[in-house]
T-cell receptor, first 117, second 118 residues
Framework: AQSVTQLDSQVPVFEEAPVELRCNYS??????LFWYVQYPNQGLQLLLK??????LVKSINGFEAEFNKSQTSFHLRKPSVHISDTAEYFC???????????????FGAGTRLAVHP | GAVVSQHPSRVICKSGTSVKIECRSL??????MFWYRQFPKQSLMLMAT?????????EQGVEKDKFLINHASLTLSTLTVTSAHPEDSSFYIC??????????????FGEGSRLTVL
């Protein structure tokens, strides 16, 4: 079975500072990895995903994540955060196509990013 | 991008009544939809996988008779919480799988429906 661990439940940071949200996963087979963002009282929005290929993936709003197979990690980073980045961030994993495909998402517990002025 | 809409966004009901939540894919056909439940300050827990034209597949520990799922068309899935109790109060989120190669189509999430049972 797959599992996801987000090591930090809350990350406070000042505006324009860099941030890293940590995510580790456990799986005996290859997986797809995702980061979702949830703003208050809203559904989830896909931030970025790793399916295959380049291990560094980027979003349109400056976030990036790197798939590290040896460390089973998919940490999310941003070099300079904004107030508007304040939200809950969820790391998720699903089985890769060769093992049944992208069917169920298993979510981590979430990390609340709080950006302060 | 693709849009998934849930209705209602908020609902308050009395204990013992049933509540229906709708999930619609607005600009694409979704053969598969997923229903999640989110407790306050916690992660999303998959409740069931809804397949158009067939019975839903429930995750272990989820009561089928309690949470009725119907996926009658390619754009609509409904979750009915029957005989609701205060412990059923939660944020319910649906997602739908969009088009794409094989099963790697992106999942799109609805805005969520907050159920409060008094």
């Amino acid at each position: 079975a797959q599992s996801v661990t987000q090591l930090d439940s809350q990350v406070p940071v000042f505006e324009e500072a860099p941030v890293e949200l940590r995510c580790n996963y456990s799986s005996s087979v290859s997986v797809y990895l995702f980061w979702y963002v949830q703003y208050p009282n809203q559904g989830l929005q896909l931030l970025l995903k790793y399916l295959s290929g380049s291990t560094l993936v980027k979003s349109i709003n400056g976030f990036e994540a790197e798939f590290n197979k040896s460390q089973t990690s998919f940490h999310l980073r941003k070099p300079s955060v904004h107030i508007s980045d304040t939200a809950e961030y969820f790391c998720a994993v699903s089985l890769s196509l060769s093992f049944g495909g992208y069917n169920k998402l298993i979510f981590g517990a979430g990390t609340r990013l709080a950006v302060h002025p | 991008g693709a849009v998934v809409s849930q209705h209602p966004s908020r609902v308050i009901c009395k204990s013992g009544t049933s509540v229906k939540i709708e999930c619609r894919s607005l600009d694409f056909q979704a053969t598969t939809m997923f229903w999640y439940r989110q407790f306050p300050k916690q992660s999303l827990m998959l409740m069931a996988t809804s397949n158009e034209g067939s019975k839903a597949t429930y995750e272990q520990g989820v009561e089928k008779d309690k949470f009725l799922i119907n996926h009658a068309s390619l754009t609509l899935s409904t979750l009915t919480v029957t005989s609701a109790h205060p412990e059923d109060s939660s944020f319910y989120i649906c997602s739908a799988r969009g088009g794409g190669t094989g099963t790697t189509g992106e999942l799109f999430f609805g805005e969520g429906s907050r159920l409060t049972v008094l």
